[in-house]
């Protein structure tokens, strides 16, 4: 029997997707426990042994999985930003009005990252990054800054369409995403917030979005 004909067999593809399957459950399987032991132990006390152990994996199994440690936190990281940044492909279009625009992205923004679990990761990274930078590192470049390079991307296209006047799509990035989160973050470090509720969202991204669009709706010409 030829190479191809191997390559080809109906069971041969089936067998190979159930093995390929297979590995992904494993491989967010070792992820949460890894991020588990990450919150309890420190980014630096950590070793892949001990997450082996507690994942019931050999240490082979997480090498060939995320090559090394700070691969498995940014797979750990990749995950958690992936939420988000669905959504905001989704919310991020020419074909909304920027109030609902601003208002999706702000509600998707404190929705998730006021979670009890985000909270937890959030401290724990600015507590770990002055030990070890490049955590701090791979958590901006996964997250904060995918969302700011998507709204400032929007910004300067509402733009160009006559839709906003953002002479400096930059500046207003950072105006609008500090508005929804400067204070939820602040709080969340020294008090300890715990999950916002629905009514509480929707007041501040209200707020938000209004205070922003003061001023940087285009002007309408009688």
Known sequence: MSSSTVLNDPEECVEEKRRVRRGETRRCEVAE?????FLERGYSQTTMQSIAEEAG??????????GSKEGLFTEIVRVKSAEIAVRLD?????NATPDEVLTHVGTSLLTTLTRDDVLSFYGWIVAETPRAPELGRIFYELGPAMVRAKL?????RATEQKVLCCDNPVLATKLF???ILGDVQLRALTLGLRELSEADINEQVSAAVA????RYRHPVKA
């Open 211 to 214: 205070m922003f669009l003061a």
């Open 152 to 156: 400032k991307t929007y910004l300067e």
């Open 177 to 179: 995403l500090g508005s």
């Open 90 to 94: 989704e919310e991020i279009t020419l």
């Open 33 to 37: 426990v890894a991020q588990r032991i």
């Open 57 to 66: 994996a050999s240490k082979e199994t997480l090498y060939r999985h995320f």
